[in-house]
């Protein structure tokens, strides 16, 4: 199986900054990558698809980019919805998540 | 509107077999490019894709599970199930089912609220 990794594990931030988070995979994946936030008690929610396709609905100061092995998800100014955390999911082969970037306030 | 909805026991005994349902409305498991997959997530943990079952009826599953999960469609009543095996506590986690859509990049854009599963005698 692919195994996907993300750095860092936790960040800490503060409103309007710039955040990246970065995943990578043990092989290529393409563009078969996307990006999902969860908060605490709740399900996942579909931030990026396909690297770098921003779901409808959700707010333009997300993006993601990368292809291959190397991805990155950048939030451009932080809003205080935005503390979550983050998964990183590949779809080239049998579906596999990262285990996800924890962002909090600093 | 798609909305999806997990329902099955909270509370399982080691070696039991679980049942969880994913009820679904608003999109067909008929039409090209639709599928339902499930998804884990024991406390505090990170999320573990378990198996996904598209509109043609082809099965999925994570590989280092693939002995113990069976996943079904019923497109008449909208319904998923995944059936887990021989339980052990390591299987408490949350439950969730999400619509995947297989064409154009296998990404789960709607997400049950999941549904809490304990495994103790």
């Known amino acids: 199986d692919i195994q996907m990794t993300q750095s860092p594990s936790s960040l800490s931030a503060s409103v309007g900054d710039r955040v990246t988070i970065t995943c990578r995979a043990s092989?290529?994946?393409?563009?078969?990558l996307n990006w999902y936030q969860q908060k605490p008690g709740r399900a996942p929610k579909l931030l990026i698809y396909?690297?770098?396709s921003l779901q409808s609905g959700v707010p333009s100061r997300f993006s993601g980019s990368g292809s291959g092995t190397n991805f990155t998800l950048t939030i451009s100014s932080l809003q205080p919805e935005d503390f979550a955390t983050y998964y990183c999911?590949?779809?080239?082969?049998?579906?596999?998540f990262g285990p996800g970037t924890k962002v909090d306030m600093k | 509107q798609v909305t999806l909805r997990e329902s099955g026991p909270a509370l399982v005994k080691p070696t039991q077999t679980l049942t969880l349902t994913c009820t679904f409305s608003?999109?067909?498991?008929?039409?090209?490019?639709?599928?339902v997959s499930w998804i884990r997530q024991p406390p505090e943990k990170a999320l573990e894709w378990l198996a996904l079952i598209d509109w043609d009826d082809a099965k999925h599953y994570s590989t280092s599970l693939k002995t113990r999960l069976t996943i079904s469609k019923d497109t008449s009543k909208n319904q998923v199930v995944l059936t887990i095996t021989n339980m052990d506590p390591v299987d408490t986690a949350t439950y969730y089912c999400?619509?995947?859509?297989?064409?154009?990049?296998?990404?789960?854009?709607?997400w049950g609220n999941g549904t809490t599963v304990i495994v103790s005698s």
């Open positions: 396909v690297a770098s």
């Open positions: 999911q590949q779809s080239y082969s049998i579906l596999t």
């Open positions: 092989q290529s994946v393409s563009r078969y």
């Open positions: 608003g999109f067909s498991l008929t039409t090209s490019g639709m599928c």
């Open positions: 999400a619509r995947t859509r297989s064409n154009g990049g296998g990404y789960m854009d709607v």
